[in-house]
């Protein structure tokens, strides 16, 4: 797994436990849609944290609370 295949599990899991489509995300964090498309499709590889800060607020939570995640927190990522 990747750095940015565990940010896209991570998203896809919030949106789908949240209702929300990833487009909807996009309007929440007042990000536009191109960048969360490159994000969810793999083409973003390391995100800035200003984008993953605008994600969090979007979702209505902090940062710390996104990348608290069992994949984030246990795997040795293949692009370290």
Known sequence: ?????????????LCTEKNITINKLATLSGITQSTVDNLMKGKTKNPKLKTLHKLAVGLNMT??????????????????
């Open 1 to 13: 797994m990747t750095y940015s295949d565990a940010i896209i599990q991570r998203l896809t899991g």
């Open 63 to 80: 940062v710390s609370e996104l990348l608290d995640f069992p994949e984030m927190n246990e795997t040795v990522f293949e692009d370290e």
